[in-house]
């Protein structure tokens, strides 16, 4: 039997000895193979694997959960320092994106550092796909979510340009999920695609209904309080065995998910391990 284990390397919340900043990092063992999604926004990357002692030249893969900065900040260190790790990514991860508020606009895309690093990867290395995918016989990829609930939006001001004339839908939201024998875990970078949406499309897409765990952002900050609710009453009837938020969840939210959940809430924060046999 394979030992899947679960690290947050980066996160909005770290344990004494570790830096914490506005981005998600996970590290996923499966048997032999060594996973990262997503790379933070940088600066909290290489100082946590260290302090984790987690060796960046052991990784196999590189999964991209979407195009946002503190996602994919930390993307040129990995690449530099894992010398043969294949890159798994949505095509539209690339594109230009902004926050607007208030007439405020920022930009949000992926860093262009991180953008000329992950072009110059040979075509050999970087696997390009909106479709599934398996990455192994135990571990594969949505690539674009469908939105299917009422309820559920990218959870933001979100735009293509700086006019604010094309919305974001955040099409590159994809998820990762591990086949157990108990059941689906699943990862998540910022849940934009919503998180009810991408557990009955994973469910559907691997015929498993058992979910063992669910870790990352959830993107709740923001959430209306029918989005809460639905969102609350739909995850008591798919009854996952744990639920870990993190990084853009929101303080909020953690508290009503744990206060109204009646399965395991636990909050993460890098230095979190979590092990699953």
Known sequence: MSVTSLTIVVDNQAQPGCLAEHGLALWVNVGKEHILLDTGQGPALAPNMNTLNLNPNELHHLVLSHGHYDHTGGLPWVLSAAHDIQVWSHPAVVEPRYSI???????????????RALHALPGSRVHWSS???????????????????????????????????????????????????????????????????????????????????????????????????????????????????????????????????????????????LELK
Not at 101 to 107: F, S
């Open 101 to 115: 508020t208030n007439e405020e606009v920022r930009p949000i895309d992926m860093p262009q550092a991180s953008k």
């Open 131 to 273: 479709q599934p995918k398996w990455i192994t016989a135990k571990i594969g990829l949505t690539g674009t979510i469908p939105r299917q609930t009422d309820f559920e939006d990218p959870g933001g001001p979100f735009f293509l340009d700086p006019q604010g004339h094309r919305p974001d839908p955040i099409e590159d939201d994809q998820a990762l999920w591990i086949m157990t024998d108990k059941g689906l875990v699943i990862c998540v970078g910022c849940c934009h695609a919503g998180l009810i949406n991408t557990l009955t499309y994973i469910q559907k897409l691997t015929g498993e209904k058992r979910i063992r765990a669910i870790i990352g952002g959830l993107h709740l900050g923001a959430a209306t309080a029918w989005r809460m609710e639905q969102t609350i009453i739909t995850l008591n009837e798919l009854q996952p065995e744990l639920l870990i938020p993190c990084h853009c969840t929101g303080t909020l939210a953690v508290e009503e998910l744990q206060n109204r959940l009646n399965f395991a809430v636990r909050p993460g924060y890098a230095g979190l391990r």
